[in-house]
């Protein structure tokens, strides 16, 4: 073995956090984003903070809760953005087949529900539901508190029940 430098840590650890949680986090840009290379792009930006700020990173056992709210804010940003206003938002399902591996109808139309929620209801259904964050996690990912993540939860569930009780897939 070779001399290191004293940057092979780090790469060693981002090609381990990129390995592990790749899929999860290029789903939550995804969910955010709705555009496959734009979920890629922020994916791959996601890692590379990741990266710069490894520092910051305190409790291994939450490096992914860490990546999660770097993707998150990251996917905010982008949709801040000015020319992002312009880009069809709405979500068909065969859209959800590019992400997605083998997915079976009744998750596409559940994932597709959850994507056309508001963003505030999709993002806390997303990180408590599909991630499976706690609610104080999820609260501290988007910045609000554990109460506003409940609320937005059971708003969030009763949008997707009126929703998904008119679909022929989901009632199957």
């Known amino acids: ?14 090609t381990f956090l990129i390995r592990r949680y790749e899929k999860d986090i290029l789903r939550i840009c995804y969910l955010y984003l709705r555009d496959v290379e734009q979920a890629k792009d922020a994916t791959q930006e996601t890692f590379l903070k990741a990266y710069i700020h490894f520092d910051s990173l ?14 998150v804010n ?11 206003v312009h880009i069809n938002r709405y979500t068909q399902p065969e859209d959800l087949r590019v992400v997605a591996e083998q997915p079976d109808e009744t998750k596409i139309v ?6 056309n929620l508001p963003q505030k209801y999709m993002e806390a259904v997303t990180l408590r539901y599909v991630q499976g964050y706690d609610i104080a996690e999820t609260a501290e ?9 409940s609320r937005r939860c059971r708003k969030a569930c009763i949008i997707l029940k009126n929703e998904l009780e ?5 009632n199957e």
Request: charged content about 25%; hydrophobic content about 35%.
């Open 74 to 84: 990251i996917c905010r940003d982008f949709l801040r953005s000015s020319w992002a």
């Open 166 to 170: 008119g679909s022929e897939d989901y």
């Open 110 to 115: 559940l994932t597709t529900a959850i994507m």
């Open 141 to 149: 990912i988007l910045g609000i508190t554990p109460s506003a993540v």
């Open 58 to 71: 305190k409790d291994v056992s939450k490096e992914k809760y860490w990546l999660t709210k770097i993707a």
């Open 1 to 14: 073995m070779g001399i290191q430098g004293p940057d092979s840590e780090n790469r060693e650890r981002l």
